[in-house]
């Protein structure tokens, strides 16, 4: 399992160099983008094509060649691989087919945009991409409104605006949202603003929504106090209910913010 760069053919270690070399045989996302990789240092290592739509089948010609006492390297187009990338079924496969699985550490969206976003002393919440339709993301995002840790999305650039819109909507707009694109390549920006206006800040120039990004929230606002009633009738209705539901009448008996009610009900189920 080898890094590869992000954008800048430099990001790659010599480790890695060595054993892109050293192997028999490179399963890629896609060859034809890998090849510009292999040929700008010079490695003429034969590839074999592993992306989403043939990675069981790819999976068991990896086994086969193994078995026959090849060596082969995987790689992404970009990153880690399976990261939020082909890979990760492929890996199961060999596993269980006895063979030693080796990471080759090095370059990942995630971890370069995080160590400059200042958000990541307390760990994070890493969900790769949200879900393409509105409405499914909508329900992710809500399921995470609670997360007392920063939250790292994946997007690409023909979904970028409808996802800092949902992420908006339903997140708090006193939370802060770095949005980072085009790591480590020519038009590479990082930037950090309050969450209420990253929709008009993408707006402003359509360049910056060229490119692939990494979009980090800060984490979840301290939750508002609760006064005994409402944490009563919350627990009772929990016992019954689902947690939106729960919240939402909670709500209205005790005249209190239902955001509040929400984080606290997540509190709740998640110590039971």
């Not at 958000?119 to 993301?137: C, D, I, K, Q, V």
Request: proline share 5%; net charge neutral; glycine share 6%.
């Amino acid at each position: 399992m080898v890094a590869t760069p992000l954008g800048n053919l430099a990001d790659i270690t010599l480790r890695a160099l060595e054993v892109l070399r050293a192997v028999d045989v490179i399963a890629a996302e896609d060859t034809r983008h890998s090849r510009r990789l292999l040929d700008a240092h010079h490695i003429g290592t034969r590839l074999l094509a592993l992306h989403e739509h043939n990675e069981q089948a790819a999976a068991g010609q990896l086994i086969r060649l193994m078995e026959a006492g090849q060596h082969v390297a995987l790689i992404s187009d970009a990153g880690t691989p399976a990261i939020s990338d082909p890979g990760s079924r492929a890996v199961t496969r060999v596993r269980e087919a006895g063979f030693r699985i080796v990471p080759i550490p090095g370059a990942c969206a995630a971890i370069a945009a995080l160590c400059a976003s200042g958000f990541g002393e307390s760990g994070f919440h890493f969900s790769g991409f949200l879900p393409t339709r509105s409405s499914a993301r909508r329900a992710a995002l809500e399921a995470l409104r609670a997360e007392k840790v920063p939250l790292v999305f994946y997007e690409s650039p023909h979904r970028i605006a409808e996802c800092l819109a949902d992420i908006a909507s339903v997140l708090e707009a006193e939370r802060e949202i770095v949005v980072a694109r085009e790591l480590t390549k020519l038009h590479e920006q990082v930037v950090r603003l309050p969450l209420a206006k990253a929709v008009s800040w993408l707006a402003v120039d359509p360049n910056r929504s060229r490119g692939e990004f990494v979009l980090i929230v800060s984490a979840a606002p301290p939750s508002e106090g609760l006064d005994a009633q409402a944490e009563r009738v919350l627990r009772l209705l929990l016992a019954e209910l689902p947690v939106k539901t729960a919240a939402r009448l909670a709500a209205r008996i005790c005249d209190v913010p239902r955001n509040a009610l929400y984080a606290r009900a997540l509190e709740l189920k998640a110590a039971l």
